[in-house]
DNA sequence: CTCCGTGCAAACTTTTTGCAACGGG
DNA sequence: CCCGTTGCAAAAAGTTTGCACGGAG
């Protein structure tokens, strides 16, 4: 089975002291189902059943619950993707004409360089390193 | 000696049919100094002799050149840097609590098994690869 | 019955644009 | 002189908030 999304969330939620509702469970699924970062009028076009306003606010509070993140691209206005706790560890293709974002994961050896590249650096700065997230930007299919 | 860096902006603008003015000038010099990403309060603070909606068409027009890039943090007020063609290849250090940006380069060998994962990457994509950048997601020290 | 979540409209922030004055080539 | 550049103020785009209603627990 794939792990619980849903189930996931709902627990994520409840550490913040927020409901996991209708509205925020069918953001959840358009995510799931985009499976790429999307942004607010993409959701509105995927049918999502609620306000602009709404959409806003619960993907405020699902990011807070660390369910959903955040990006902008080139264009600017607001990308959102599901959190790499309840989807793969991946990349971004990012298109420099149209703002447009795709998934890419990369071979393990690269992840491992990374990895370690990641701790090397952390430990000459005084920064405290979370997560890494390449970008590889250029022209998509549809822009090429 | 380090690169002519205004010479090279020049061309680019002239390229792009555009005049190097005084304002574009500091521009780039204020980009220089920061040494890290700025936004455009920081420009202002900085001491740039001109008006908010100067800087905004400036750093436009000198993005367009390829002379600057833009970029957007957690925070949401775009960022703004030289282009790679006039600094270091580097990276990101991004504190996701303030929305603060710090320069990072890579040992080669990390730069290496990039470079070569990108160049697989496109090989299965109908996606044209220009750049890559990796970020860094923390808590600075100042956030910390 | 009590709150939380929602939609609508208004407010706010950031960025872009129109227009008239300015200034370098 | 002339055309690009500038500052100011207004407009536009994206996002957030106030408020009153409605629904879930």
Chains 1, 2 share one sequence.
Do not use: K
């Not at 709902?10 to 509702?21: E, G």
């Not at 560890?89 to 149209?98: F, P, Q």
């Not at 050896?109 to 970008?135: G, P």
């Amino acid at each position: 089975m794939t792990t619980d999304i849903h189930g996931t969330v709902d627990q994520q939620l409840r550490r913040s002291r927020q409901r996991y509702t209708q509205g925020r469970r069918q953001l959840v699924d358009l995510l799931v189902g985009a499976g790429r970062p999307v942004t607010i009028p993409e959701l509105l076009d995927l049918g999502a059943r609620q306000s602009q306003s709404s959409i806003y606010r619960n993907l405020a509070i699902l990011e807070q619950a660390g369910a959903v993140r955040r990006l902008t691209s080139t264009d600017d206005t607001g990308r959102f993707e599901l959190a790499e706790e309840l989807s793969e560890h991946h990349h971004h293709l990012v298109c420099s004409e149209c703002g447009g974002i795709e998934d890419i994961t990369l071979p393990d050896e690269v992840e491992e360089a990374l990895h370690e590249a990641v701790t090397t650096a952390q430990r000459d700065r005084d920064f405290a390193v979370d997560a890494h997230h390449l970008e590889l930007v250029g022209t998509c299919g549809d822009c090429g």
